[in-house]
């Protein structure tokens, strides 16, 4: 697979005044070419045979994913000035003739391969036993140079290499079958992850070692009103023992692989929490889809949650007719995502009135995204076997909300979710 991509964006950053609505003057016009290769390759080979009176499955397979991935970044130089008021920004309306500077370029390659294998056992006519594994070797290189956007000079350069080498990580499960519709089952399996983009500083940084864990889990699977709705109740446990975490004493900064470093592998992180989902169809041509989870995560190295802003509690509810008779082809659906609230705290610049920048004292900071309930509305006709028409509202209340909010890295902060929109579609199928 092969990707070419372009990308432009214009932007400021640093502090909004919640009472003026102004900000910084830093405003940054850049492009970025991006070019992307993966290729992969994966055999497996399945099998069964009968012993004791009941069959046996065997998997067997290998695989590997080589991906490289190359960019650049450019930025034009700009006497843009700020709108009196953020959100009345337009774009057309910091148009620069200035030319385009390299300031980056960078070229990642990554290389996953492994073996793996499944056994699965009858050990009774309701009970299955699943034992399986995985062996993976990864390889990660990394070459960055930036530029002195004026004189295209290379300030500096920085290679980052970084391999795993055999890492074995089993797997082991139980199925157990209640009811032709019911089963139960649990499962224990090793997690190992790579996090050799993450660095230990000082810069130019060391890759940190990978993630190894281990994650447990309990639950049923069934059939309600036969077999119409789907229903599963997950609970489960998640160990990860050397997780990143952002080092306090190497602030983020742009380029330099910024973004990048500087962490500590010193997370020891727990994530509990229970899924349960519904899905079907309850009457003729209506379909519903819901789903609830629950998640507390903690960090026992700092004794505190580790993601603040994951929600403990986010609930789903999707539903459609699709009308039958003389309507037939016409559908209405909607749907609603509710959620609690999050929220991010860390250390900030105060305001320095003698510099008139942030850049006072640091102080310590909690910002708190309330909860949300989010609707979305759609209709849509088939006017024929090919061609479909559709008109979707999304965010229907107008809901103001952040999507994300973070300080890991003040170059790419707190952003808006979309508000109220509409979108008429028509599509061809064939």
Not at 106 to 135: H, M, N, W
Not at 147 to 160: D, E, F, I, K, Q
Not at 178 to 191: D, P, V
Not at 335 to 355: D, K, P
Request: charged share 20%; hydrophobic share 30%.
């Amino acid at each position: 697979m092969e990707s070419n991509n372009y990308r432009r964006d214009m932007s400021w950053y640093e502090p909004i005044d919640p009472v003026t609505l102004t900000g910084s003057s830093s405003f940054r016009d850049r492009e970025f070419d991006i070019d992307e290769t993966q290729k992969t390759l994966d055999a497996v080979l399945k099998g069964s045979f009968h012993l004791l009176g009941h069959e046996h499955k065997v998997i067997l397979g290998t695989n590997i994913n080589r991906r490289v991935f190359p960019w650049e970044t450019r930025i034009r130089n700009s006497n843009a000035t700020l709108s009196p008021n953020i959100f009345e920004f337009n774009p057309l309306d910091h148009i620069s003739n200035e030319p385009y500077l390299r300031t980056l370029r960078a070229k990642t390659k990554t290389v996953e391969k492994g073996v793996y294998g499944s056994f699965v056992a009858q050990i009774t006519d309701p009970l299955k036993l699943i034992v399986g594994g995985r062996i993976s070797w990864y390889n990660y290189e990394d070459l960055t140079n930036t530029y002195n956007r004026n004189t295209g000079a290379v300030t500096s350069t920085s290679l980052t290499k970084y391999e795993d080498n055999k890492v074995f990580t089993p797997y082991l499960g139980l199925v157990f079958d209640i009811t032709k519709q019911w089963s139960a089952y649990g499962s224990i399996a090793e997690t190992y992850q790579s996090q050799a983009s993450s660095l230990k500083g000082p810069l130019p940084g060391k890759p940190l070692d990978p993630v190894t864990g281990r994650s447990y889990e309990v639950g049923v699977k069934g059939g309600l009103f036969n077999n119409q709705l789907n229903t599963a109740l997950a609970f489960y446990s998640i160990k990860r023992n050397g997780q990143a975490v952002r080092d306090q004493a190497y602030p983020p900064t742009p380029g330099d692989l910024g973004s990048n470093c500087c962490y500590l592998n010193d997370g020891r992180i727990t994530s509990r929490g229970v899924d349960i989902e519904v899905s079907g169809e309850i009457l003729p041509g209506w379909q519903v889809l819901a789903g609830y989870t629950f998640n507390d995560n903690e960090n026992k190295a700092e004794s505190g949650r580790y993601s603040t802003i994951t929600p403990k509690h986010l609930f789903k509810l999707w539903s459609s007719y699709a009308f039958q008779g003389v309507l037939e082809g016409l559908k209405f659906g909607g749907g609603l995502t509710a959620q609690s609230s999050y929220y991010q705290e860390g250390l900030a610049n105060a305001y320095n009135r003698t510099s008139g920048q942030y850049d006072g004292p640091s102080v310590p900071y909690e910002f708190t995204e309330p909860g949300r309930v989010l609707v979305d509305l759609f209709a849509q006709y088939h006017l024929n076997k090919h061609w479909s028409a559709a008109f979707n509202v999304n965010n229907i209340f107008d809901k103001k909300y952040y999507q994300t909010v973070t300080n890991d890295n003040p170059y790419a902060g707190n952003y808006y979710g979309e508000p109220r929109n509409f979108l008429a579609s028509v599509r061809y199928s064939y």
